[in-house]
């Protein structure tokens, strides 16, 4: 009798552990993933031969090499920053 009560305890305990872990990381998803209002995606233009995307802004063209672009965000100070 002593050892089920002992084990009930240890799966309430479990679970609300679970429960909490489970709350925790969907917050900190939330707050970490939050996409800025201030967010503009740009179309994708990708090379699959160079592995290379371009885009063009303020009158020049900007050419990545390994990766592409995702967007421009502006920060706090209203100034532009490109997000890889």
């Given at each position: 009798m002593k050892l089920k009560k002992i084990t009930n305890l240890i799966i309430i305990i479990l679970s609300f552990c679970f429960i909490i872990g489970i709350g925790a990381f969907i917050y900190n998803s939330v707050i970490t993933y939050k996409i800025n209002k201030d967010f503009?995606?740009?179309?994708?233009?990708?090379?699959?031969?160079?592995?290379?995307?371009?885009?063009?802004?303020?009158?020049?063209?900007?050419?990545?090499?390994?990766?592409?672009?995702k967007g421009i965000q502006k920060d706090k100070n209203n100034i532009q920053k490109t997000i890889y």
């Amino acid at each position: 009798m002593k050892l089920k009560k002992i084990t009930n305890l240890i799966i309430i305990i479990l679970s609300f552990c679970f429960i909490i872990g489970i709350g925790a990381f969907i917050y900190n998803s939330v707050i970490t993933y939050k996409i800025n209002k201030d967010f503009k995606s740009i179309p994708l233009q990708f090379n699959a031969d160079d592995s290379s995307s371009t885009y063009h802004t303020q009158n020049s063209q900007i050419t990545i090499y390994g990766g592409f672009v995702k967007g421009i965000q502006k920060d706090k100070n209203n100034i532009q920053k490109t997000i890889y």
